[in-house]
């Protein structure tokens, strides 16, 4: 069995002496007695002080209950030399509105020319329907605005911390936090193409018919949509609006409403103009002289007075004669005018057969040039000898990467000169157009350098 060596010594199992156990009782005894006596001195000391309240405690204290004179001695300890500090002190507190929804906001960070646009006292407005991305609008430019979520709250307090003039005597002001924000926006830059698309698509669902008289005479002043209707959809600024209605046929009748001309009341109307322009015995229409009142005298009913002042404005061009009232009819407006009547249902056809029906249609003496149709229709070779097709950029895709993509399609090669003129109606200036190609397209080379545009990347 194996033993354990330890360097303690074994108890001993001797027998107490009845001597040695009574010293060791006495001994307990005494221990015991000297601790009763402690406990008893303890019990009769007095109690020990508390430990001394914090400066922090005191300030806020002080603060609660707007003690301002040692609010101010406090925080002004590490700055007793600053006489121009200033005594005015400020507590924040949650006003009772805080938790209601109202009081959520999105900060939005806007660049110098909204700010600007601010200052001149234009109107900002963010538009958009529910399922839009929203945009801010100026007076005459249109921002997308890009939402950062934010896991950090910011307290808003609506009312300017200004600096008042520094009593002597330290005070408190109050001000109340009203206000909370969870996200925030950021401006991107201008966008350059105007949103066409929508615009035709509204106005297109109660275009004027030309047989509108008969069917709807009753319902005329609920036709067509105001300007605000528009813009609430549209997305865009007031200036960029009108400028998109100006290269549409787009009329604005007198109850502020605008509608849609459809291609058969513009065909219907330029056939009528162009007999009362063979006519010789009519003498107030003619190419070189034309009036609202001789057309007004001539037309039927069924085209209203605005009518017939959007054709004088958009299609003729005013005598500078001092006369208001007097206008002339530059040939190839009209020409192209019935290029589109002839071709936007067809599509295409072969030129010779188009330009017979040009021809009849047009009052006799009128010259064709094929130049004349830039912008509106192309001429190709074809097996069988030359053939026209419509590209109107009013019934062309909407969006600029489709447009650019149906151009392609339909011809291999540009040049930028050939495809600016399709894009008239959606892109504001001639500099956002050529940087869009330069930017998006392939291109190539011709054997003379020419620089030939060829897809989209």
């Not at 005494?30 to 309240?53: F, G, I």
């Amino acid at each position: 069995m194996n033993r354990f060596i330890t360097k303690t010594k074994t108890p001993s199992n001797k027998k107490e002496t009845p001597q040695k156990r009574l010293q060791t009782g006495t001994s307990r005894n005494e221990s015991t007695n000297k601790k009763n006596d402690s406990e008893c001195n303890v019990q009769a000391t007095p109690d020990v002080q508390t430990k001394e309240e914090s400066l922090m405690s005191k300030l806020q204290f002080a603060i609660r209950n707007n003690d301002a004179q040692f609010t101010f001695d406090t925080l002004s300890t590490n700055r007793p030399f600053d006489n121009a500090m200033n005594k005015i002190m400020t507590k924040v507190e949650f006003s009772s509105s805080f938790s209601d929804p109202t009081s959520e906001f999105m900060l939005l960070s806007v660049d110098e020319s909204v700010v600007d646009a601010f200052k001149e006292s234009q109107r900002l407005t963010i538009r958009g329907e529910s399922t839009d991305e929203a945009v801010l609008c100026t007076d005459n430019a249109t921002f997308p605005i890009k939402v950062i979520e934010s896991a950090t709250t910011v307290l808003l307090l609506h009312n300017c911390l200004d600096a008042p003039d520094s009593p002597t005597i330290p005070n408190f002001e109050f001000e109340s936090v009203d206000g909370k924000c969870y996200s925030t926006g950021e401006l991107c830059s201008a966008v350059d193409v105007l949103n066409v698309g929508r615009l035709k698509e509204m106005l297109r669902e109660q275009e004027l018919r030309w047989d509108w008289k008969d069917k709807e005479e009753e319902e005329e002043l609920l036709k067509g949509y105001r300007m605000n209707d528009m813009l609430d959809s549209v997305q865009m600024s007031v200036g960029e609006l009108k400028t998109a209605l100006v290269d549409l046929p787009i009329v604005k009748f007198p109850n502020g409403r605008y509608r849609y001309l459809s291609h058969k009341f513009r065909g219907e109307m330029l056939g009528l103009i162009a007999q009362l322009l063979d006519e010789d015995s009519i003498e107030d229409v003619r190419f070189e002289s034309i009036s609202f009142s001789g057309l007004r005298a001539h037309l039927p009913e069924n085209v209203p007075d605005t009518v017939i002042q959007w054709f004088l404005q958009t299609r003729c061009e005013k005598i500078a004669d001092g006369s208001d009232d007097r206008y002339q009819l530059p040939e190839t407006n009209l020409i192209r005018d019935f290029a589109v009547v002839l071709l936007h249902e067809v599509g295409s056809m072969p030129l010779r057969r188009f330009s017979e029906l040009l021809n009849k249609i047009l009052p006799i003496g009128t010259n064709v040039d094929n130049a004349v149709f830039e912008g509106i229709a192309d001429i190709s070779d074809a097996s069988f000898g030359k053939i026209i097709t419509y590209l109107g950029p009013e019934d062309l895709p909407d969006t600029v990467k489709e447009r650019m993509l149906h151009l392609f399609e339909y011809r291999r090669l540009w040049t930028m000169e050939q495809l600016r003129p399709y894009f008239k109606d959606v892109y504001k200036s001639k500099m956002a157009f050529d940087k869009y190609v330069v930017l998006n397209c392939e291109y190539s080379l011709s054997e003379t350098n020419e620089l030939l545009y060829c897809g989209v990347r």
